[in-house]
């Protein structure tokens, strides 16, 4: 891929010439891949997405994880990739860096904040990417951009050498456009085989597609229909039955508080730049009263509760993953804070619950792409890797 061609992307870190080489041998071989701006990559500095974080950090003395186990399996790493500032963002604007262009969604936003990442492999930059999703970082862009996407079982994968947010929702997740290469990388980062043996019940979620845009909804319906006929067996089921809008008012207790704790002395020590809807973010968690934090924690226990008794082993569900298509671009902050609230209520069941899910790229609303998710029992990450294999070769 020419200079030219990641120019006009602008998924990649400015200035941040990173290249090396996999093992020769291995299962990845032959594969491309780019890291998020918040892995470690050893003898390179972490900009996290902010200029002044970047100006403030010394470069990283040995890989993340994540970049040595691909590394390890043979892909080689092209690039680190551009993310929301600290990874508090939805939508992928960065004011330091630009915005990433969404290829498959011309004039709309990538999806944020691993938006570099989705960007690159949906542009064909790299065969997969790694970013991370603590509220929906992975799972929006792979939606909007039209990938595959996963978040996998919170603390299933190990985040040594990734920037924190919020470690009780933090997990690494990755990038495919084709369900046969999402499965090889899944296989490496999850360090298992992908399963043939398929689920044997599918529970569809009513209140997920009620919620979504009607657009949406019926863009699905086709995917849901072949997801049904694989699966055999399927049936309806509340997915959150105190509303999305409860169990993202929690997520966004919880995930804002320890987000504040992360950054805080930095804060104080440095007095960045940054910008509005970050600054935000970081307030309201310093202001989450002992009250408030409790609260939430009981809303989350009782989540757990919910989707455990929901999804034992050989169960999953599908739901949209976002309620709609990639939004415009630079659009007004009053109209950003509305479409991030609904985003927030289809994704906030990810930090809550900690299971694993999947976006497949199944769906299209004029001419944009939207995501199918399926979410399963926690552990259950190569089963929701193995649907989406069978899925995409009927």
Same mark, same amino acid.
């Given at each position: ?15 941040s &010439? ?7 041998? +291995? ?11 918040l892995?470690?990559?050893? +003898?390179y ?16 003395? $040995?890989?993340?994880?994540?970049? $040595? ?11 680190k ?10 939508f ?6 630009g915005?990433?262009?969404n ?6 936003? *990538?999806?944020?904040?691993s938006s570099g ?9 790299c ?7 603590? +509220?929906?970082?992975?799972r929006?862009?792979?939606s ?15 985040t040594?050498?990734?920037?924190? @947010? ?14 046969? =290469? ?10 298992? =085989?992908?399963p ?7 529970l569809?979620a /009513? ?13 699905l $319906? ?31 207790t919880?995930q *804002?508080? $320890? ?5 805080? &002395? ?8 940054l910008a509005?809807?970050v600054?935000?973010?970081?307030l309201? +968690?310093? @202001?989450?009263s /002992? @009250? ?27 739901l949209?993953?976002? *309620?709609?298509?990639?939004p415009?671009?630079a659009?007004p902050?009053?109209? @950003? ?7 927030n209520?289809l ?10 899910q999947?976006?497949? *790229? ?6 944009? /792409?939207?995501?199918l ?6 552990g ?7 649907v989406?294999?069978a899925?995409e070769?009927q």
């Open positions: 891929m020419s200079t030219t061609d990641l120019s006009e992307i602008n998924a990649f870190v400015p200035g &010439d990173v290249s090396l080489r996999g093992r020769p041998t +291995g299962p990845l071989s032959g594969l491309t891949f780019a890291a998020k701006d892995f470690d990559v050893s +003898g500095v972490t900009g996290a997405g902010n200029a002044d974080w970047a100006r403030t950090h010394t470069p990283a003395a $040995q890989h993340a994880w994540a970049v $040595q186990t691909l590394l390890d399996a043979g892909a080689d790493l092209i690039g990739t551009i993310t929301d500032e600290l990874s508090l963002g939805i992928g604007e960065n004011p330091f860096y915005t990433p262009v290829v498959n969604a011309p004039g709309r936003v *990538p999806g944020g904040s990442s989705a960007a690159a492999v949906a542009a064909g930059l065969d997969t990417a790694i970013g991370t999703d603590t +509220g929906g970082s992975v929006v862009p792979a909007f951009c039209g990938l595959y996407g996963i978040r996998p079982t919170h603390a299933r994968v190990p040594h050498g990734m920037l924190a @947010q919020a470690p009780a929702s933090d997990t690494t997740g990755w990038f495919a456009r084709d369900a046969e =290469t999402f499965a090889r990388v899944s296989a490496a980062m999850l360090n298992v =085989t992908i043939s043996v398929l689920p044997t019940k599918l569809v /009513p209140d997920a597609f009620a919620f979504a845009d009607a657009s949406v909804s019926a863009a $319906q086709d995917a849901v229909e072949r997801l049904a006929a694989l699966i055999g067996n399927r049936s309806e089921a509340v997915l959150a039955p105190v509303g999305f809008a409860t169990w993202s008012r929690a997520q966004r919880l *804002p508080a $320890q987000a504040w704790l992360t950054f805080r &002395d930095w804060l104080d020590e440095v007095n960045p730049r509005f809807s600054i935000r973010n970081l309201a +968690g310093a @202001q989450v /002992p @009250q408030e934090h409790e609260h939430a924690e009981l809303v989350r226990e009782e989540a757990r509760g919910h989707i455990n008794a929901l999804l034992p082993p050989g169960t999953i569900m599908c949209p993953t976002t *309620p709609f298509p990639a415009p671009r659009a902050y009053s109209s @950003q804070a509305k479409w991030r609230a609904r985003i209520c994704c906030s069941h990810g930090g809550l619950t900690g299971v694993p999947v976006s497949m *790229p199944l769906g299209c609303v004029d001419g944009l /792409p939207v995501g998710s399926i979410i399963g029992a926690r259950e990450d190569a089963t929701l890797v193995a989406a294999r899925l070769a």
